[in-house]
């Protein structure tokens, strides 16, 4: 099948504006996860959804940065008023329940000009 | 909070030489697991290791877990160039959440 699907691939932004990232996760996996990854660096937890569960937002890095989920399926991260220093690669993964494998899609590379 | 460490940060091997890199946690980890990225590319889920001193292997890669459950090492045997990549460990702690590790990236020269 399928796997997770991301779009767009590259944004680029000015300074001030806000955007809007997508994630599709895999059909059935009702854990889906946002990272950043700055270039050269490791993966940065954002957010966690879980089914009905209240999200986990702990690793959100400013109140300019939200995530919804429409139950268990789309996943729109918005970056609010971007600064340069939200450049990075975005990732969305998704998983079963249970702490099994993440299975991460291509990301959206964001700059912000 | 939690954090979880990886050394070397970089590797330069020649092909056909070992590499190993560790994996660190500041606390008890109820399972890890480690993923590869290529370069350019996203991670990919490699294994998963849940008991206390576990050894897997999967061809010329063992993966280790150590025996008071916060430390993990991946040991590549005689590497080739397909190696090249960045190797993350991750752990959980009794949920679904993962703490990346810093990675360990790998360049084999042939």
């Known amino acids: 099948g399928a796997g997770v699907s991301q779009s767009p691939s590259n944004k680029v932004t000015e300074k001030g504006k806000d955007v809007e990232l997508r994630c599709d996760p895999i059909?059935?996996?009702?854990?889906l996860y946002w990272y950043r990854q700055r270039l050269g660096q490791g993966l940065e937890f954002l957010i966690y959804?879980?089914?009905?569960?209240?999200?986990?937002k702990s690793g959100l890095p400013s109140d300019r940065f939200s995530a919804e989920r429409t139950g268990e399926s789309v996943s729109t991260l918005t970056i609010q008023r971007t600064q340069q220093e939200d450049s990075a690669v975005y990732l969305c993964?998704?998983?079963?329940?249970?702490?099994?494998?993440?299975?991460f899609g291509p990301g959206t590379r964001l700059t912000v000009t | 909070g939690q954090q979880v460490m990886q050394i070397p940060q970089y590797q330069h091997v020649q092909e056909g030489e070992d590499f190993t890199t560790y994996c660190n946690s500041s606390t008890t980890l109820s399972n890890i697991q480690w993923y590869k990225q290529r370069p350019g590319g996203h991670p990919v889920f490699l294994i998963q290791?849940?008991?206390?001193?576990e050894v897997k292997k999967q061809k010329r890669l063992t993966f280790q877990f150590g025996e008071a459950k916060k430390n993990s090492s991946l040991h590549i045997t005689a590497t080739q160039t397909t190696d090249v990549g960045t190797y993350f460990c991750?752990?959980?702690?009794?949920?679904?959440?993962?703490?990346f590790g810093t990675g360990t990236r790998l360049q084999v020269f042939p």
């Open positions: 290791l849940v008991k206390s001193g």
């Open positions: 959804f879980q089914g009905n569960s209240a999200p986990d």
């Open positions: 059909s059935g996996h009702t854990a």
């Open positions: 991750a752990g959980s702690r009794n949920t679904d959440k993962l703490i």
């Open positions: 993964a998704s998983s079963y329940p249970g702490g099994l494998e993440q299975y």
